[in-house]
Every structure is written in C-alpha cells, then in structure tokens.
C-alpha cells in the first residue's frame, strides 16, 4: 500500500491532539510539528511554549508518531506583528489570526511541510475541504456552528485547500472531548486557548503601550461635549463599552468613532445609538477562495467573527476595493478586521474592513465617506 504521509500542525490544545489521532486511525503516516511563533519567557523564566511543546510531546508518544519542532519566531514578526502595530497605528483593530494563517501557518509552515516530504498539511480548524459541484475544492463551514472556524481561513485557496486536510471539521466540540477522553490524551482536559498568543493574560494596554505611541485625550460626544479623559485611540474599538470608565445618569456609553489627530475618542449612550450602525463599507486586501464573482453580486458575510450570516451585496470592486452594501444595518463596523463573503455554507473569501459608511457617525463629524 502506498501510505500518504501527513503533517499535523500540533499546537499541544486537545483538537490537533484528536485530529492526530483520527489521521492515524485513518491509515496516514502521520507526523507531528509544532510551531513557534512567539519568545517570551515567564516569571520561572521558561518560554510559554515550551508547555505547550511538552504536551504536544506526551500526545505524540501516546499515539506513537513522530513530532518536531520548527521556529518560526523572525517570520513571525515580519510578517503578521509588524502588520498588527501598523494597523494599531493607523487607529484600526487588526485580525492577527487571518494573517498568521494567510501567511504562517499556510505559507512557511505548508512549505516545510512538503519539505518534510508530506502529502498533505492538516490543522485542528473547525471547517471542512469539500470538492465542489465544479471539481475543485471548497471551504465549507464547520460542523459545530459555535465553533466554525471559516472566518479566519478566507484566505486559503484552492492550491492550498489541495494539499490541506481538516480531520474535525465534521466534529462537534463535545464529540473531540468525548475522543480525546476515551483515549486518554495527555490534553484531553486542557483548555482551550483564547486571545491574541503574543499576549496571553498580560493586560492588552500595558503590551501595546510598548509598541504603539500612545497619547491620552478625550471622550467627546458627536457635538463636541466633553465626558471624560481617556488613556489613549489605540485602546478603544467602535462598540466598546466596557473598559471606558465615563460615569453620569442614564444609559451606557458606547465608543462611536475616532479622531486620531485630536486623539479624541467619540462615544455616544445607548447601545443602538444611530451612530453605530452603517449600511455599506469599504473593504480592502481581497482574497478569494475560487473565482471572484461576478458582481453585483448577493451573498452572506459576517463583519465578525461568530455574527450570524448578514444578507450583503457586494456592488463593485475598483483599484483593489469593494464596495459592499447590506441588506440590514450593520452595528460597529470596525476597520481593520474581516468581512468575510458566505454562498450558504461555502466560504467564497473575504476582505479587510477599510471604512464603514455612509454612517451617522460620517455625517455627523462631516468626514468623507
């Protein structure tokens, strides 16, 4: 028998662990490799993902394949931290899990994959890679809704689907705890990570007060009132609420929008305040999947993650951008994070949230839209 070999992508959390696993139950020769992205050593002064490469270690010896490591900690902050600064620079709420997919985890590690003489790549994503009605293959979402992972891989391709695998993608959560459980994997209790890795527990403005400039200034409402003082534009993203610190009678505050030059944070109260809203946006950096549709063309998307699929139309595309109109308003539309496009369950692609608008907001403060 010719037997397919695979690389795993091993993060030491229990759904590559359980996809490990099904790989080999399935026949594959089966190798695993963990990935380093990011150095930074705790109060034992021991590097945060060497705990991780410890139980990426015990599973694979438990389910008997091999397993290595790979350092990817220069590429990293090239080309996915450098980017998430900028974007904070720019006064944006940057994705970095799409672009370390976009351009980690699919590019440098899928190379040293085939390097390492696989036929395929797999990952522990909740989605699947099914041939379409056109031969090709598609991102479908994942079984599991409220686990569905799509949003973050947009960017993947058809040649990379080609030589991708997703082993739970047909799985619910509960069902890959059942497995890991019934087999006893070292990370069948371990729980899921969450957040941004560079990040951790650490507290988000003292990290990024390290990397950003930060001026503090004032929360102002949309006709120029002044409610408070805050620690600085990067800190806050439109819809926030919490965090804000702005006290007085009625409802809560909400973050609405930004000047950067006056470094003013505008807010407004109630949280289906007008300004919040918007009916189209411009969206940058397109990725496809397939082909791009013929336009205008009507689908669904979602301008975050989890957000239930939104009626949209994406009305032209010009110079590298879409104009994207909806068929409902859409609340906090945030530059620098993702709409990502939906034919039901196949993912077609996405982009990077430019700017909403028109908005209330827009019209209020009279910026161009």
Known sequence: ?????????????????????????????VIGLFMKNWEEKDDNGVCRSAYDYEDVRRVCEQIDIPYYAVNFVEEYWKQVFTQFIADFQKGWTPNPDILCNREIKFKVFLDKAMELGADFLATGHYCQNLIGHDGHPSLVKGNDPNKDQTYFLY???????????????SLEKSEV??????????????????????????DFR?????????QPGNFETLQGKFVGKHM?????????????????????????????????????QGADHPALYCNELVATDLSWVGEQPPLPFT????VRYRQNDQV????????????????????????????????????LGGGVIQQPGPSYFQQKKALPA
Request: positive net charge; hydrophobic residues 35%; aromatic residues 8%.
């Open 1 to 29: 028998m010719n037997q397919q070999t695979v690389v795993i992508g091993m993060s030491g959390g229990v759904d590559s662990s359980v996809s490990a696993l099904l790989l080999k139950e399935q026949g594959y020769r």
């Open 155 to 169: 960017t993947l391709n058809r040649s990379i689907l080609s030589r991708v695998l997703f082993p739970i993608g």
């Open 177 to 202: 705890r059942r497995l890991a459980r019934q087999h006893q994997l070292a990370t069948s209790e371990k729980k899921d990570s969450t957040g941004i890795c560079f990040i951790g527990k650490r």
């Open 206 to 214: 003292s990290f990024l007060s390290q990397y950003v400039a930060i």
């Open 232 to 268: 600085g534009t990067a800190y806050y993203t439109l819809g926030q609420r919490k965090g804000l610190g702005i006290g007085g009678a009625g409802e809560a505050w909400f973050v609405v929008g930004k000047d950067l030059e006056r470094s003013v944070v505008y807010v407004e």
């Open 299 to 302: 689908c669904q998307s979602k």
């Open 312 to 347: 949209c139309t994406i009305q032209s595309i010009e110079n590298g951008q879409a104009i994207v109109t909806f068929a409902s308003a859409q609340r906090a539309v945030t530059p620098g994070q993702s709409i990502v496009f939906y034919d039901g369950s196949t993912c």
